[in-house]
C-alpha cells in the first residue's frame, strides 16, 4: 500500500461540520472567507474552491439558500449563478491559461453530488494530459499549487476586476 503525507487533508477532517450539516451553508454562514476559501460574495450566491479539486482552479458556485434543485431557485438566483460562472471562467482563462473547461452540475446523491440537497456549479480548468496515470490508475492527484496560493490568485481577480 502507498501512503501519501496530507497535512491539510488533517486540518479538514478534525474540523468538518457534523455530518447532518450541509457544509455551503456552513460555511456561507461562518463570515471566515480566507479560512474557507470563499473567492467572492454576491447577492445571491458565493464562489469557493473545492477542498478537493480535480485541478488547480476547482471552482464551486452555490447559493446561500438551501436549494436542492434547478427548480426549487429563484429566477435571481439562477442569473447571478450564471453570471458568477462567466466570471469564474473569465478569471480562470486569465490566470490559468486552461485549454478547456468543465462547467456543470450534479443534482441528486444518484447524479454524483457530493453535497446532494444543495445545488452548486462547478467550474474545472482543463489541459491536455491533466488525467493521467496517476489519476486513472494510481487514485492520485497531484497538484501544482498549493490551495492558499490559488485562493490569493483568484481572489486577487475577482476584487481587481470590479466583480467583488
Not at 460574495?41 to 439558500?65: E, K, Q, S
Not at 447571478?80 to 462567466?86: A, D, G, K, L, S
Not at 447524479?111 to 491536455?128: D, K, Y
Not at 486513472?136 to 481587481?160: C, F, H, M, N, Q
Request: a neutral charge; proline letters at 5%.
Amino acid at each position: 500500500m502507498d501512503y501519501l503525507w496530507s497535512p491539510w487533508r488533517y486540518r479538514y477532517v478534525t474540523s468538518a461540520s457534523p455530518a447532518d450539516a450541509c457544509i455551503f451553508c456552513v460555511k456561507a454562514a461562518e463570515q471566515r472567507d480566507a479560512e474557507n476559501y470563499i473567492v467572492f460574495r454576491g447577492r445571491r450566491n458565493f464562489v469557493l474552491l473545492n477542498l478537493y479539486p480535480y485541478t488547480t482552479g476547482h471552482l464551486m458556485i452555490a447559493p446561500y439558500g438551501h436549494v436542492p434543485t434547478l427548480g426549487d431557485a429563484g429566477v435571481e438566483t439562477l442569473a447571478e449563478m450564471m453570471e458568477m460562472t462567466r466570471q469564474a471562467e473569465i478569471h480562470l482563462r486569465s490566470i490559468y491559461r486552461p485549454r478547456g473547461m468543465n462547467i456543470g452540475m450534479n443534482i441528486g446523491e444518484c447524479a454524483g453530488a457530493g453535497v446532494a440537497g444543495h445545488i452548486h456549479m462547478h467550474v474545472l480548468p482543463r489541459w491536455p494530459a491533466d488525467a493521467n496515470f496517476m489519476t486513472t490508475v494510481g487514485e492520485t492527484r497531484i497538484l501544482p499549487e498549493d490551495l492558499a496560493d490559488t485562493y490569493e490568485k483568484l481572489r486577487a481577480a475577482w476584487v481587481l476586476k470590479g466583480t467583488a
